[in-house]
Structures are given as C-alpha cells and as structure tokens.
C-alpha cells in the first residue's frame, strides 16, 4: 500500500503548495526546506546478556524561530533520518497553528523496542540522552513521547539530564509521569484534541457525536486514548488495530476491555465475539469517522477512494499523502489534519513545562479546560481560511502555521 514517497518527499510537496499560496519569500521558503540542525549518533548500549549493540540515533532541529525546538522522541526499526526531519518539518508547522511558542524538532532510534528488556531501553534512553546533552533543555529544545516511547522514556530522559546539570530539571522534557513534573492530562491530551475536532467537524457537518461510528488505526498512546474518549463521548467504537491487524464489531466494542485483552495478548487481535480485519480494511470501513493513529502514509492515491468515512481526524503524522487530500476533497470527506488534529499533545506539553517552569500544578479540569479553547480556536481559524480561500483544511492550516513561521523568520531578520 505504501507509496514510493517518503515522509519527507510528502512534507516538501505540503511546504512548496503552501508557499505559492502564501507567495512566501523565496528565501524563506528555502531556509524551510532544510532543518537547521541535525545530529546523528551512534549509540552503544550493553545488552542483558552481556554484550554490546550499536543503535543509530539521530535529533532534528527544523525552526526555532517563535520559540525552542519542541517534538517527540520515535523508537522504531523503520526510523530514517528523512523521516525524523519531516516529522521535525511538521511540528514546527503544529506549533504554530496551535499558537504556542515553540518551533519545531524530533528525534529518532533506530531500534526494535518490542524485543528489548526494560532495562535496555532504559540504557538505550540514558545513552541517547547523553549524546544530546548539549544539544537540548529547557530554552533549547524540549522532548516528548512519539511511537514507542513513553512517560517512563522521559522520566530516563529528565534524571539524566538532571543528574549532569547537578540538580532537578523538570522542564526538560514534557510528557513525564505526574509523579515527576508531568502534567494532568497528558497522557490523553493527543487523542482528546484529535475528538474534540472530529466533534467541531461533525457539527459543520450536521453529524451528532452521540452514536456517531468510529473506527481507529493504531491502539497505542493516541489510538486507544482516542476509542476511550469517544466511546465515552457516546460515539461507537466498531473498528481498532494495532500492527498485527484489527478487529470489527459493528454494535460497538468496550476500548477499556480490549485495552486489557491488548494488555494480556500484545495484540487487540482475536478479541472475542470480533471479527479479525486487516488494517487495509479498517481504513476502508463505513463509518462516520476515521482516525488513523499509527504511522505515515497509510492513505494513498492506492485507496484514498475506497475510504467511506465522513470525517478523517488524523492522529498519526502524516498518515495521507497529497494525492490522498485531493481524493478526499473530491469525494466530500472532511479532513481535519494532523498539525490541527493531533496538536493537543503539544498544546498540553506546552502547558507542562509552563507549570514545571513557574512549579505550579494545574487541575485536570483547568488542562482540559485550556486545551479545548485552545483546540476550537484553532479549527475555527482554519476552517475560515478554508472557506474564505477555497482551500482543503490541510492547506488553511499549513498557510496559518507556515505564515505564522514565515512572519517570525522576518521580524527576527538575518544575521548576520
Ligand atoms: P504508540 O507507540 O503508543 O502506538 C503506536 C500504535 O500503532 C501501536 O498500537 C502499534 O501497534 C500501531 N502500529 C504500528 N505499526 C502499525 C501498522 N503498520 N499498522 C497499524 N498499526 C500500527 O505511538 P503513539 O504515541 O500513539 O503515536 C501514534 C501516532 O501519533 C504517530 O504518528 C505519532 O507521531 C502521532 N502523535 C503522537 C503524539 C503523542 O502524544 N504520543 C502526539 C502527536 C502525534
């Protein structure tokens, strides 16, 4: 299914249609085009039987132009370091549209965590971090949790770099255990920003969430935290999967008892009384909304038209090409894309650190409460730029969020 385009390639072709219609200067465009650093390392972990493994790692920092670099840390074998720059691309793109000052990064390690012992990932963590020490912290750049990495990551993460500098830095790293720093809500933050714009979506749409049916791709952090709140917003959870496949029931499953079968088995596969799909076929169910969270490119030009949702809420990155968004336009199905989609992870690490940074500790209420002003304004403000210029929702966002880079890039000027 997957198309010859990488990540990048796809990231490139959004900058370049955003650019022509932004008329962005053709100076700035280019220094977009490039991430201003990218540091690969070779990282050497002891491995429980005693020896040793080499693991590549890498961090890319795009633009920090309205602020420090901010972006996810991937663990997976398939990591490249195109991938990781055109994740890095997209979060500075996410920043700005979700108005935080931020600019954008990402990182990196080539590694299969599911045949790795807690252990070694913690080795491989700790590593990793001491290879990047000069490069982020709290001013600088500021990691969270991406695919395979998680709260326990970034608690590695903080007490490495608070065991160097001598003394705690909370606000390392966002995303942390609430225990350590981490702030109320976190967890869920991604998914329940990517619900609340399926619920703004289906509003324009005539829609009502209550019974709406829902099918969601990938049941990790943002996947199964995503069928929680929706289920629990009402709405019918008939589809879930995970990489060995999924599973369809079209009265509605219980995310919470197939997140205890996931926990049991390692699969949602062969929950009872389910029939097992494919995830080809997940993506290809009828249903009132879509929401892919797993990995890129996962909606192609191969079966952009055989999609039946009514609304796609992307909580992956980068989970449809552009020859997908012109199939969905076509079609009439209503994109809400990923740097709108899923920015509520951001949103809420942004609000982590500013706790961490003045040592307050905010409600789960107040969290939730911000984030949703924060996440309707942005759909609403894109959906206007959508309607006023005749554009898809993905490029509105990409001409708020570039624009917004773009007109920070000139006040700071060139130096020298
Ligand atoms: P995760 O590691 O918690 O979960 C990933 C899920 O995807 C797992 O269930 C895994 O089994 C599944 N998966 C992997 N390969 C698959 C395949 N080929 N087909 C179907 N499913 C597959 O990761 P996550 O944090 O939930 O991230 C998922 C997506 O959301 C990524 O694109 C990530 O960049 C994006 N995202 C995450 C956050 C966050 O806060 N964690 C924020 C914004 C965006």
Redesign the pocket.
Known sequence: MVEAKTALDVALEQLRIAAEKLDLDPGVHEMLKHPKRSLIVSIITRRDNGETSVFTGCRVQHNDARGPFKG?I?YHPNVTLDEVTA?AMWMTWKCAVADIPYGGAKGGVCCNPKEMSKGELERLTRRYTSLLLDFIGPYRDVP???????AQTMAWIMDTFSQFKGYSVPECVT?KPISVGGSEGRAE??SRGVVLCAREAAKLLGLKMKDATVAV????????NAAKIANDWGCKVIAV????GGIYFREGLNPYKVYEHKSKTGSVVDYPRCRNIT?EELLELECDVLIP????N?ITRANADKIKAKIVAE?????TTPEADKVFHEKGIFLVP?ILA?SG??TVSYFEWVQNLTREHWTLDEVNRKLEVKIVKAFKDIHKISKQNEEYMRTAALILGIGRVSEAIKTLGLWP
């Open positions: 996810g991937r994740l969270a949790p991406d695919v395979y990495t998680n995303g933050a991604t791709q990938g049941f990790g952090s943002v996947g199964w999967s995970d990489s060995r995830n969270a797993a990995l890129e996962q909580g992956a990155n980068g989970p990923d899923n992870g951001v």
